[in-house]
């Protein structure tokens, strides 16, 4: 290799090993501090007093969903591995809301409740038609939602 | 061992050898990425099943996930030529990772696109800023800053090693675009194709996604082939070898 390539290698490969270094940094610093949404455990821990609003992130406890007779207005429960919080909504909710579902709240405290102004619906990776479902659904009985729950939540 | 295959590279890398084997290649990977296209349209709009969750509405995982792959792939072809463009100063190596910047963009626009008209359905929302949408979005507007940066320079040659720089500094950000769903919490669910184990998809499923894969790569082969010949045509529009070109044009 000639002189000339070698010095523009040389620049090229420290710009490059410069840059990664750099965006690494920053990418282990924003895991830190950049927070998409906080889990129930989380909050009840107090680690989202700083915000004024936030995203509050689990799944639908089973059972909880509440909706009024007269309007839009819906409570449910968002739980986590070992946090719960109950949530009031007023509005439209996703398609796929429902019990056992990964689901992510933006809103604000209001003592204990969370008062959410947006529900989003969170789906986890897995695709397969509906009757391998149900025949997997079948073959594990009751233990398929536990683990789907686990799942949900690990992946959240 | 075979040592022909760093000779033929070389070779290759001469604009009139290449402008030959990209005019002959590019036909037969127009041909097979549009009859492998339809056919993986086929299998997955109407062969596969519904999802179990999500009824018909994931069949736009079809074009999304396929298109999202070649996001990242072609900034990587680009990043790598523009390497080898920056060091080496390859003519042939300028052209590829300037032809391949508009091909990623478009399919890193269509990846925006289907990706925010999925989550309206499934989600709830169009557009959140969690980290994957994000650090995709980032990776439109590298494209674009590639493109912008390469035209914004008289001498082409200039623009191209220019812009290079910029195509080779954005490359990290696409180990941040494919692990951002691993190492933030994000609305957009991990990754359903693992190259190392089990992949969470049902075979029934899963081919006409990977058919769809193989279809866009050859369209991109297709697509980079014939702008690079365009391109080289232009840059060395003085050469023998082109004068040549022209001449046969005119006789036929």
Known sequence: MNPTRQRRLTIVIAILIAVIVASALVVYALQQNMNYLFTPSQVQAGEATSYKTFRLGGMVKAGSIQRSNDSLRVTFTVVDASGVMPVEYNGILPDLFRENQSVIATGHMDGARFVATEVLAKHDETYMPKELKDAMA???QGKHIDESASQDKSSL | MAHWIPLWLHKLSSPP??????????PWAIALALVLGLVALYGGLVLAPPDYQQGDDYRIIF??????????????????????????????AEVVAMASAPIGASFTFI???????????????????DARLTSELVLLFLYL??????????????????????ALIGIVNVPIVHFSVN???????????????????SPSMIWPLLTMMIATKLYYIASLFGRARVDLLSLESGKDWVRQIAENEVRR
């Open chain 1, 138 to 140: 079948k073959a594990h």
């Open chain 2, 17 to 26: 050898v290449f402008y030959g084997f990209a005019g002959k290649l590019r």
């Open chain 2, 63 to 92: 074009i999304h996930v396929p298109c999202a792959w070649m996001s990242l792939f072609i900034y990587g072809v680009m990043g790598i030529a523009a390497f080898i463009a920056l060091v080496w100063r390859i003519k042939l």
């Open chain 2, 111 to 129: 990846t925006l696109v289907t990706g925010s008209l999925w989550g309206e359905r499934m989600w709830g929302t169009w557009w959140t800023w």
């Open chain 2, 145 to 166: 800053g590639v493109i912008a940066l390469y035209h914004s320079f008289e001498d082409r040659r200039q623009g191209a090693r220019t812009a290079a720089f910029l």
């Open chain 2, 183 to 201: 190492w933030w919490n994000t609305l957009h669910q991990g990754s359903t194709i693992r190259l190392l184990g089990p992949s969470s998809i």
